[in-house]
């Protein structure tokens, strides 16, 4: 193989550098590539991880809600339970 090249480059030197500067010219694209591809896999981790966070605060804001919901329920539950109770005993008074 190492002949092969010494004969391809010997018999047209030009060519065989141009050629060479060619693959040289795509690695340092797929270089410039891969490093842009890296970079965006880490701006999306970057959003990824930031909308988890968002998310596990609406998480814990909804479960707070739904605590102070359940306790507002029970309250006015028991309101109502006492009303009815009033009720009752204003109408056996008037009956």
């Known amino acids: 193989m190492k002949i092969l090249l010494y004969i391809c480059y010997v018999s047209c030197p030009q060519a065989f550098e141009d050629a060479e500067f060619h693959q040289m010219e795509e690695e340092v694209n797929k270089e410039a590539q891969r490093d842009d591809i890296f970079k965006s896999l880490g701006d999306i981790k970057k959003r990824l991880l930031s909308e988890q966070s968002d998310l596990e605060q609406l998480r814990h804001i909804n479960r707070v809600s739904i605590g102070a919901s359940a306790k507002e329920i029970q ?21």
């Open 75 to 95: 309250v006015l539950e028991k309101r109502r339970q006492e009303l009815i109770k009033e009720f009752q005993r204003v109408r056996k008074i008037f009956h």
